[in-house]
């Protein structure tokens, strides 16, 4: 890749950017503020360009449903300005850049997924008039689109305004003026934080970070239950992880003769093709590294005789994603002793899913996978019992070490900022997907149990709807019960 013709510290580039400038073609600009462009090439640049204005565009399938979400929000916090950023690029050095994803809370709320945009909602009569503040198209005649690093050459065709408009059902305006809007405008405002410095700068002397935080919470707590297309969305994350599954099981070979990395890149490959990308990192953890419970290093050995913890997610398109485990025999058939924790895991795993139905409070799956757990324990000898004790002591968890699920939607622990009554204090309501991911972890140094105990980890986890008359499992697709896992990846191995 050739470097931007504009040093991206330079006073010329800066000046390049700033207001003044806009009003002069390029030619006129030229005397050393662009090295190595002569008139002749400058005023070349600026014509011969077609028009490329997309007209008539249907409104993309989140449209009717962000109406609503931005409605339920205005609703909330009635004569309140609120700003909600997608967020900015991050250098990752120099002029190349990590790969952007928009805010959840932007996303969720316009369906677009552009960096530096902004909705902003301004108080109107008894409710709001939402604007979506967006980078225009680039400008040829100042030769920015080609000058600039952010210019339409260099990072692609971007929406124009009028496009944005159409598609998004939301009033557009140039976001290089928003600062300055916002820095004018008087009344409450809030703004949800983390995501863009340069918006927030404009507001600091207007919000509260309390006041904030009660924006950010609302917005999370309105993801829990989802509406139809979103869980139409969940439901392709957890196809297409599915066949994300399937392809690991059938280069397993490869990589054994590799490591954890080519599992990953195999996922990464599917998540890529048909989606937006991994919802998270992926977990490609085999042998011992399954007891780390967030092992995403994915640089180790996979052995025959071993078992791969496979924990990933396909993110879609629209930025729903998925959040699945599956624990395989790396050879295609589980030890005797590998069998038996991977047959406790399941069985705490049934009771967890059991425990998934309206009405039910939301701690109910995670106690009723913990208790068939604890009852394995005590039965092997591992801890002292009786269950009772061991529960109301909390002394399993030195094996089953975290949470059975969390709620899972754009983001993998989704609506992670609501209020404990409105979540783990709370009841399940048809709509809300959760994980049910119970598991047991024998680190390869626990003293405290029997030596071929050590270095196992096992955790299956599905995707669980909560529906009028009980769950659906969303992840079903791939097989959960160990002879179904043995038979289907003899299956996929054969074919
Ligand atoms: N993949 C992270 C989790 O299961 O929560
Ligand atoms: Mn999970
Ligand atoms: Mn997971």
Known sequence: MAEELIPADSDE???AAGAEEEEQPIKQRKN?????????LAENMTSGWADTELRDLEPIAQAAHTADRRAALSARFPGERLVIP?????????????????????????????????LVLEPQGGGHRATVYLLPRSDRENGEFWLSGQG???????????????????????VRELPEKLREATGPVRVVRGH???????????????RDEELRVNLSEARAVKDAFEIGELQKACDSTARGFEDVVKVLDKAEATSERYIEGTFFLRARVEGNDVGYGSICAAGPHATTLHWVRNDGPVRSGDLLLLDAGVETHTLYTADVTRTLPINGRYSELQRTIYDAVYDAQEAGIAAVKPGAKYRDFHDAAQRVLTERL?????????????????????????????????????????????????????????????GLYFQADDLTVPEEYRGIGVRIED?????????????????????????????????
């Open 378 to 438: 005590v039965e092997w000898g591992l801890v002292e019992g009786p269950v009772e004790r061991v529960l109301e002591l909390g002394l399993q968890r030195r094996w089953t070490l975290h949470g059975t699920g969390h709620m899972l939607g754009m983001d993998v622990h989704d609506c992670a900022a609501a209020r404990t009554e409105a979540y783990v204090d709370g009841t399940l309501e048809p709509g809300m997907c959760l994980t049910v991911e119970p």
């Open 463 to 495: 995707d669980i709807l909560v529906t009028e008359d009980g769950n659906r499992n969303l992840s079903a697709a791939l097989p959960r019960r160990a002879d179904e896992v043995e038979a289907w990846m003899a299956a996929l191995k054969q074919g």
């Open 13 to 15: 580039a800066a000046a």
């Open 86 to 118: 997608s967020g900015n690029l991050k250098t990752r050095s120099n002029d190349t850049e990590y790969a952007f994803r928009a805010s959840t809370e932007y996303a969720y709320l316009t369906g677009d997924q552009s960096e530096d945009g902004v």
């Open 196 to 210: 863009d410095a340069a918006i927030e700068a404009a507001l600091t002397d207007k919000v509260t970070a309390e």
């Open 152 to 174: 339409e050459l260099w990072v692609g065709r971007r929406h124009s305004l009028a496009e944005a408009e159409q598609l998004l059902g939301i009033p557009a305006q140039d």
């Open 32 to 40: 050393g503020l662009y090295p190595g462009v002569s008139d002749e």
